[in-house]
Each structure stands twice: as structure tokens, then as C-alpha cells.
T-cell receptor, first 109, second 116 residues
Framework: RKEVEQDPGPFNVPEGATVAFNCTYSNSASQSFFWYRQDCRKEPKLLMS???SGNEDGRFTAQLNRASQYISLLIRDSKLSDSATYLC??????????FGAGTILRVKS | GAVVSQHPSWVICKSGTSVKIECRSL??????MFWYRQFPKQSLMLMAT?????????EQGVEKDKFLINHASLTLSTLTVTSAHPEDSSFYIC????????????FGQGTRLTVV
């Protein structure tokens, strides 16, 4: 079983749609969680950290369920510029980050 | 925010030659840097943790004699792919953190290596 698992997609959605991505992780001792965004042939960039209480940043909402070892990302009112690969990232201990394979989002007009 | 600079951004080399990739933290000191490799449509895979002033810690399955890592200063880590082969062609990315496990990781721009 992979340490971090994501649905690879692609998710093809129209502009303005709401889309949700899920991620599960296997290491119950993980303490920090992130969503990164990676555009084609570019380096990953932090989208948002994920806190136990859930957190929101504009159109983006992240949730963490420690009991189920599950993380989610909700994007509301999708824009064309949201098209990218979204990486679920978990701190694997010892300051190492473990990346999911990513979920591809394509927003179309 | 903090900046990590990686050079070169792309390189084409002949089979059997060695390639050095540099990763610099421009405005902070990084005692630890991380080197990743990403094949097309796959996840970033951690290759090794680079520790300033000491030996790198390699992940299982990564050949330390093939992927030489040197972290000579608090702002520079280098990855040398020795005797490169076509199967080493990949996207190599370094990252560094300004703080502890809960802080953002900043990534270099990545190096696309093509071995012909």
C-alpha cells in the first residue's frame, strides 16, 4: 500500500463548478499535511496547509480526518487557471515529505 | 517568501558522462535539503536527504555511488548523477524548509535531465 494515495483523475469540470479531491495516508503518526499544486513541467508550490479543525483560503477548503486518515480539498467556483495537478503531501517523519501521485484537474470553459 | 534556486533548468548529456545539479537557498540557511526525482505522470519520489556538513541519507533503492550529494555550506547542495544512462532521464527537484516539519517546503525550479 502506498503511503499517500490519491485518485489520479483527470477531473474534467466546467468553469464555476465545485470539485473535491480526496487523499488517504497510511502513517497514523503523521503530524502535518499539505496540498501542493504542480503545473506541467514546473516545481510544486504550496497551496495550503491542512489543519485538524479544517481551514479555508478563498475558494479552497481543506479538511483532515485523523481517525480515517483522510484529507480532502474542495475547490469552489473553479477557474480555468485552477487547471493543474494537485498533490496531497504528508510529513513522513524526520522532516521528510511524502507525496501522493497527484490528481489532475482540468477546468474547461 | 523564501527562494530556492536550482541550476541548470535542463541538460542533455551523453551516456556515460556525469552531470552536476546545484540547489541554493537564496535568502535563508538550510541545514537540510531534499532531492526528489519525478518521472512523467508519476509522483515526486524522495531520493535523499542532504545534511550540511555530513553524509546524505539515501532512500531505499537509491544508489549513493551513482547519485553523489554534497552539502558543503548552509546554502548549497549539489547532486551529481555519475555515469548517466538513458534510464536516469528524469525531472530532478530539490527542496528546503525554512523551519520544522509543519512549515512550507520551497522547491527549486527543477532540472530536466535527458541522457542520450
Amino acid at each position: 500500500r502506498k503511503e499517500v494515495e490519491q485518485d489520479p483523475g483527470p477531473f474534467n469540470v466546467p468553469e464555476g463548478a465545485t470539485v473535491a479531491f480526496n487523499c488517504t495516508y497510511s502513517n497514523s503518526a503523521s503530524q502535518s499535511f499539505f496540498w501542493y499544486r504542480q503545473d506541467c513541467r514546473k516545481e510544486p508550490k504550496l497551496l495550503m496547509s491542512v489543519y485538524s479543525s479544517g481551514n479555508e483560503d478563498g475558494r479552497f477548503t481543506a479538511q483532515l480526518n485523523r481517525a480515517s486518515q483522510y484529507i480532502s480539498l474542495l475547490i469552489r467556483d473553479s477557474k480555468l487557471s485552477d487547471s493543474a495537478t494537485y498533490l496531497c503531501v504528508v510529513n513522513g517523519g524526520g522532516n521528510k515529505l511524502v507525496f501522493g501521485a497527484g490528481t489532475i484537474l482540468r477546468v474547461k470553459s | 517568501g523564501a527562494v530556492v534556486s536550482q541550476h541548470p533548468s535542463w541538460v542533455i548529456c551523453k551516456s556515460g558522462t556525469s552531470v552536476k545539479i546545484e540547489c541554493r537557498s537564496l535568502d535563508f540557511q538550510a541545514t537540510t535539503m531534499f532531492w526528489y526525482r519525478q518521472f512523467p505522470k508519476q509522483s515526486l519520489m524522495l531520493m535523499a536527504t542532504s545534511n550540511e556538513g555530513s553524509k546524505a541519507t539515501y532512500e531505499q533503492g537509491v544508489e549513493k555511488d551513482k547519485f553523489l550529494i554534497n552539502h558543503a555550506s548552509l546554502t548549497l547542495s549539489t547532486l551529481t548523477v555519475t555515469s548517466a544512462h538513458p534510464e536516469d532521464s528524469s525531472f530532478y527537484i530539490c527542496s528546503a524548509r525554512f523551519g520544522g516539519p509543519n512549515t512550507e517546503a520551497f522547491f527549486g525550479q527543477g532540472t530536466r535531465l535527458t541522457v542520450v
